[in-house]
Antibody
């Protein structure tokens, strides 16, 4: 069974840095074609992809947020960490991590973690 | 950035009827398209990848079609558990982008 779970603060102040951890089980991030991605969803709004990291440590970021994001992995701990700097109230959202599978250049997210709601407020 | 446009925003259908959801890409994404279902308070669930391949455990009443810029998700006979929000997602060009969603509600 594959599971992912996000953890981190539920409340951050404007200008602070958010650090979220995705802890997963049931797959290895050293397997070819496997990655972990982060996606967020503001309350009542659509999904927005943020970043992903592949088994070979290749990293991809949303261009609109690239300057604020860093994604890293710890394969031995089965964890992926996302940091987002200079948080703003518009960053209030549920943050999801998900396993990424890439086969013959087709990529999809499956499964997803339960998500963690992060509120940005002073 | 490729913009994914889903229509309609809300679709009202009676249980047992067929639902057809559309997703249009601002430029070709080949068959690099996935569909997700999201119920209130839950994480999205993968339904379809590669535009037409059902994910593991997804009932046969869900089908995907299309390529290039026009895609369709069809639910052949709606069950009560199918009423949810559906998102399309492309991976053909970075960045990965999602549509704004179609809410499928009970008529």
């Amino acid at each position: 069974q594959i599971t992912l779970k996000e953890s981190g603060p539920t409340l951050v102040k404007p200008t602070q840095t958010l650090t979220l951890t995705c802890t997963f089980s049931g797959f290895s991030l050293s397997t070819s074609g496997v990655g972990v991605g982060w996606i967020r969803q503001p309350p009542g709004k659509a999904l927005e992809w943020l970043a992903l990291i592949y088994w070979n440590d290749d990293k991809r970021y949303s261009p609109s947020l690239k300057s604020r994001l860093t994604i890293t992995k710890d394969t031995s701990k089965n964890q992926v960490v996302l940091t987002m700097t200079n948080m703003d109230p518009v960053d209030t959202a549920t943050y999801y991590c998900a396993r990424v599978l890439m086969v013959y250049a087709i990529l999809w997210f499956d499964p997803w973690g339960q998500g963690t709601l992060v509120t940005v407020s002073s | 950035e490729i913009v994914m446009t889903q229509s309609p925003a809300t679709l009202s259908v009676s249980p047992g009827e067929r639902a057809t959801l559309s997703c249009r890409a601002s430029q070709s994404v080949s068959s690099n398209l996935a569909w997700y279902q999201q119920k209130p308070g839950q994480a999205p669930r993968l339904l379809i990848y590669g535009a037409s391949t059902r994910a593991t455990g997804i009932p046969a009443r869900f089908s995907g079609s299309g390529s290039g810029t026009e895609f369709t998700l069809t639910i052949s006979s709606l069950q009560s558990e199918d009423f949810a929000v559906y998102y399309c997602q492309q991976y053909n060009n970075w960045p990965i982008t999602f549509g704004q969603g179609t809410r499928l509600e009970i008529k």
